[in-house]
T-cell receptor, first 115, second 112 residues
Framework: AQSVSQHNHHVILSEAASLELGCNYS??????LFWYVQYPGQHLQLLLK??????LVKGIKGFEAEFIKSKFSFNLRKPSVQWSDTAEYFC?????????????FGAGTRLAVHP | DGGITQSPKYLFRKEGQNVTLSCEQN?????MYWYRQDPGQGLRLIYY???????QKGDIAEGYSVSREKKESFPLTVTSAQKNPTAFYLC???????????FGSGTRLTVV
């Protein structure tokens, strides 16, 4: 079965520290890859996405992610986090099967950034 | 502004009762989805629909039912057969074949 694994459930950082959140997926076919963020009390928002082309994609708020096909990974990075980055981050994979597309999410990583 | 409206924001249900969660979109998206969010488990797909009058079971459809009579509406009924219904429910929509979803603000259902 298709699945998405996020390596860390909780991450605590100080401001200005670098961030890397791991994401691996299990699916052998073509995928589109996403990172979503959910700030406290807010909607899920799209941070960035990868469909094809340059495997290093840049998103909003200084986030970037790298698709490594051989490792089935799509890790999220930010060189210097801010207190306002405190949120829950979800990796997601869109698979296409039988004429339908489905977005499969990882369990999420809660990031707490301390001033 | 275009978007997805979920109502109510909070819902309380007594055990044994069915409840229906509303999801309306004015984005003219063909596809709509229902997810359940539980702490530590991410979002799990309940049902999805790519066109009117058609829908498919997701990974955790047991105890839930949906209808898609109109393009803009995709209500979810949580039946008494759902053994653990307390959760946060998210509705989403997209253009089929693309490209990321738009999410609603969610409904928090609590069984009392």
């Amino acid at each position: 079965a298709q699945s998405v694994s996020q390596h860390n459930h909780h991450v605590i950082l100080s401001e200005a520290a670098s961030l890397e959140l791991g994401c691996n997926y299990s699916y052998g076919g073509t995928v589109n890859l996403f990172w979503y963020v959910q700030y406290p009390g807010q909607h899920l928002q799209l941070l960035l996405k990868y469909f094809s082309g340059d495997p290093l994609v840049k998103g909003i708020k200084g986030f970037e992610a790298e698709f490594i096909k051989s490792k089935f990974s799509f890790n999220l990075r930010k060189p210097s986090v801010q207190w306002s980055d405190t949120a829950e981050y979800f990796c997601a994979v869109m698979i296409f099967s039988g004429g339908y597309n489905k977005l499969i999410f990882g369990a999420g990583t809660r990031l707490a950034v301390h001033p | 502004d275009g978007g997805i409206t979920q109502s109510p924001k909070y819902l309380f249900r007594k055990e044994g009762q069915n409840v229906t969660l509303s999801c309306e979109q004015n984005l003219n998206h063909d596809a709509m989805y229902w997810y359940r969010q539980d702490p530590g488990q991410g979002l799990r797909l309940i049902y999805y629909s790519q066109i009117v009058n058609d829908f498919q079971k997701g990974d955790i459809a047991e105890g839930y039912s949906v209808s898609r009579e109109k393009k803009e509406s995709f209500p979810l009924t949580v039946t008494s057969a759902q053994k653990n219904p307390t959760a946060f429910y998210l509705c989403a929509s997209s253009i089929p074949g693309a490209y990321g979803y738009t999410f609603g603000s969610g409904t928090r259902l609590t069984v009392v």
